[in-house]
């Protein structure tokens, strides 16, 4: 198992540039997220989704589009970089999402590192 | 979800129990506190979580107070690869996670 993966591992963008931050599971959860962590900071939720076809806003979701065509995988997407989005990107799966589970950790990908110049 | 308070950090001695306490005094009936951790620059990792019972995994365990204000993760033999940074949330989603700063637990020889 791979668990969690993120592609890219890093990226340089110039303002206004546009891209896209994919996430991939193996592991058949239905829940997938994507956060930032800024420097000093603790992460913050962008979106979320809680099963194929399906998104929702977190904490942080201006700026930000996501699609989840496939269970397997959920993108992240920038219309237009702004140097505020410089950040740490990570992505993160679950089973369940019901506090009272004990299948609702999050697994975590290795992070995408963001710049935008 | 109930605001979070932790030390911002800690020492402890490889080979000795780290206690790491965590403030959640508004936290209501329904809400759970989990813990996570991250190393260095790595995604959290998961350590556990519980709602007024005790817990206890391969990882550590997690002691909750009779009015569950506050709590205490701990580490029974922290080891170096224990150093990072550690979070406590309180929540009644497991969806929606917010990581504060943690405390940034640093384990020496």
């Known amino acids: 198992n791979a668990g969690v993966t993120q592609t890219p591992k890093f990226r340089v963008l110039k303002t206004g540039q546009s891209m896209t931050l994919l996430c991939a599971q193996d592991?058949?959860?239905?829940?997938m997220y994507w956060y930032r962590q800024d420097p000093g900071m603790g992460l913050r939720l962008i979106h979320y989704?809680?099963?194929?076809?399906?998104?929702a806003k977190g904490e942080v979701p201006d700026g930000y589009n996501v699609s989840r065509l496939k269970k397997q995988n959920f993108l992240l997407g920038l219309e237009s970089a702004a140097p505020s989005q410089t950040s740490v990107y990570f992505c993160?799966?679950?089973?369940?999402?019901?506090?009272?589970?004990?299948?609702?950790?999050?697994?975590f990908g290795p992070g995408t590192r963001l710049t935008v110049l | 979800d109930a605001k979070t308070t932790q030390p911002p950090s800690m020492d402890c001695a490889e080979g000795r129990a780290a206690n790491l306490p965590c403030n959640h005094s508004?936290?209501?009936?329904?809400?759970?506190v989990y813990w996570y951790r991250q190393i260095h620059s790595q995604g959290p990792q998961y350590i556990i979580h519980?709602?007024?019972n005790n817990e206890t995994n391969e990882m550590a365990s997690l002691i909750i107070t009779e009015d569950r204000k506050s709590s205490t993760l701990i580490l029974p033999h922290a080891t170096l690869r224990d150093t990072a940074v550690y979070y406590c949330?309180?929540?009644?989603?497991?969806?929606?996670?917010?990581f504060g700063t943690g405390t940034r637990l640093q384990v020496t020889l």
């Open positions: 993160a799966s679950s089973y369940e999402a019901e506090a009272r589970s004990h299948r609702n950790e999050q697994f």
């Open positions: 592991m058949n959860h239905e829940y």
């Open positions: 989704s809680v099963g194929e076809g399906t998104t």
């Open positions: 508004t936290i209501s009936g329904n809400e759970y």
């Open positions: 519980g709602l007024k």
């Open positions: 949330i309180s929540t009644g989603t497991a969806s929606k996670l917010t």
